[in-house]
Nanobody
Framework: QLQLVESGGGLVQPGGSLRISCVAS????????IGWFRQAPGKEREGVAC????????YYSDSAKGRFTISRDNAKNTVYLQMNSLKPEDTAVYYC??????????????????WGQGTQVTVSS
């Protein structure tokens, strides 16, 4: 069974840092594109960061650039999102997702086939 499980969310003060993880089971991350998405209450889901299985360029949303870093540990079949200089507007449920399709163009436009259950990140003093 193909599954993605996020963890590491929590409450953090503004300006703080948090690293969230996404562990894949039932498939290997070597051959899929991975994206991190988030959804805040009352807002649409938005893409935060993604990369292709082959490496190369990584996409970050404007709000994530310079503060967030997506990375992968293939040996652990795990993807991370390091979030620094967190702001209250970063508060959301964060999801990781995997795309098995042909990886042409920007990963932000890929169709993501598998999704985790999400992890809550709350930035508040």
């Amino acid at each position: 069974q193909l599954q993605l499980v996020e963890s590491g969310g929590g409450l953090v003060q503004p300006g703080g840092s948090l690293r969230i993880s996404c562990v894949a089971s039932g498939f290997t991350l070597d051959y899929v594109a991975i994206g991190w998405f988030r959804q805040a209450p009352g807002k649409e889901r938005e893409g935060v960061a993604c990369f292709k299985s082959s490496g190369g360029s990584t996409y970050y949303s404007d709000s994530a650039k310079g503060r967030f870093t997506i990375s992968r540990d293939n040996a652990k079949n795990t993807v991370y999102l390091q979030m620094n200089s967190l702001k209250p507007e970063d508060t959301a449920v964060y999801y990781c997702a995997a795309s098995e399709g042909i990886q042409l163009g920007n990963c932000r436009f890929f169709k993501y086939d598998y999704w985790g259950q999400g992890t809550q990140v709350t930035v508040s003093s």
